[in-house]
């Protein structure tokens, strides 16, 4: 029995490489400035300034592919080699869904996000670890393992110490 993929397939698929061509090569250079988060705006994602996220070379944590699918807030964090994705195929078919990183939430290196999810502000996924399709990792919650389960709530203010100077408690 052969596959016939639909047409929309390819057409993801085509825009799909040639944007990670792009990614990989041409915007390198770019991949911690500004630049980047711009690109991202451009391509219909709502991402702070405030954040810290990487979108070119091999460790990208996101795909410019799921832009539009992105919304990422202030002085979120996602550490190279953590992976933000807006699409999965799933049993044949391609599955689209939102991702909504919070002010402050931290995805370590090697955490996974799958498409309609959602980390709270001051959230935490701990590395090597898969926040499972539609599912919400709460305000202040610290999550581990495949599939990511609750391990704490915690107090910490977050990776990256507030712009407005308050002081970070220890």
């Known amino acids: 029995q052969t596959c016939a993929l639909p047409i929309s397939h390819l057409r993801w698929w085509a825009a799909n490489l040639f944007l990670q061509a792009g990614q990989q090569f041409i915007w390198f250079p770019f991949q911690n400035s500004s630049f980047g988060k711009t ?17 070119g070379g091999m460790h990208s944590a996101v795909a410019l592919i799921d832009a539009d699918l992105l919304t990422i807030g202030d002085r979120s964090y996602l550490r190279p080699g953590a992976s933000v994705q807006g699409h999965l195929f799933m049993d044949g078919h391609l599955v689209l869904g939102t991702v909504v990183i919070r002010p402050n ?4 290196a090697r955490s996974i996000v799958e498409p309609g999810c959602v980390v709270g502000e001051f959230g935490i996924l701990e590395p090597h670890s898969v926040l499972s399709m539609g599912s919400e990792l709460p305000k202040s919650g610290r999550w581990i393992g495949v599939p990511a389960t609750h391990r704490e709530f915690h107090s910490e203010l977050g990776v990256k110490r507030p712009s407005h100077g308050a002081p970070r408690s220890e």
């Open 105 to 108: 939430a931290s995805l370590w």
């Open 39 to 55: 690109l991202m705006r451009l391509l219909g994602g709502r991402v702070h300034n405030g954040a810290t996220v990487t979108i």
